[in-house]
């Protein structure tokens, strides 16, 4: 009569496999780049300084923002130097059309993969999983930071080349020498990438919930706006402050002749806070996600 003994053997890899040289970032980013919609995206923002330059051609000088505080009365001094209308650009477009490149890089980065049925094979090739997600992950970032610096510095180059070269008007009078000026904006298209990350996160975690990546684009940005339409409830009082849509132009307060960093200190703990919490949820839900497609 034979024994049977039972034994446990090592797993064995290909020779040379490391999973941290799975999906490098070069190639996700070479990825992303070649897709239509980064193309699109990155032609609007292209546009964006060109359309605010015949709207005050055709339309004058601007103004009327007298009574709206500083925020609004940046427009008012949208025609003094190029500094001043590419800080106009970021103030017209941090409200909402900076959310679009954000939710769509962040949001359609795994949904689409799962949308073309390719999913599966890249875990099977074998890429894990925490691996998939950070590689998408940094580059979804990193092409949204892209975004936000490519339309101030196209707007700095067009504003100059209409208005010259010259001081940040200020608002509330007085005026920043170009070297401080390009220290402030640096510091806006900071603080406005950090605010979006809430916005990243909520995308970036419907993105590996869903197959459709225009699903998670959309949830990601309508949820956004139902942020913004709380904010604007009065009656919430200091439940505002809660919320990151309340702190996103607290910007403003950078381009002062004395900086208030108050109001970006808070902005910036809200949204990194959030933003932890969906990114932890999109690897925890994802790693034991029945992946199909």
Known sequence: MSTLTERTEPVETASGYRASRTLPLRVELVRQLKRRRTLIM?????VLPFVLLVAFAIGG???????GGNRINLMDTATASGANFAAVNLFVSAGFLLVIPVALFCG??????ASWSSLRYLLAAPVPRARLLWSKLVVGLGLSLAAMVLLPVIALAVGTAAYGWGPLQLPTGGALDTGTAAQRLVVVVAYIFVSQLVTAGLAFWLSTKTDAPLGAVGG?????????????????????????????FAWAD?????????????????SVTYAVVLFALAFRGFARKDVVS
């Open 108 to 113: 359609d980065t795994v949904a689409s993969e």
């Open 42 to 46: 990155g032609g609007i923002l292209a």
């Open 220 to 248: 990601a940005v309508g949820l956004t706006i139902v942020g913004n339409v709380l904010d604007a409830v009065t009656a919430l009082g200091d439940w505002r402050d809660f919320l990151p849509a309340h702190w996103q």
């Open 254 to 270: 950078a381009v002062q002749p004395t900086p208030e960093w108050s109001g970006m200190i808070q902005g910036t703990a809200i």
């Open 61 to 67: 000088e601007p103004g009327g923002g007298g009574d």
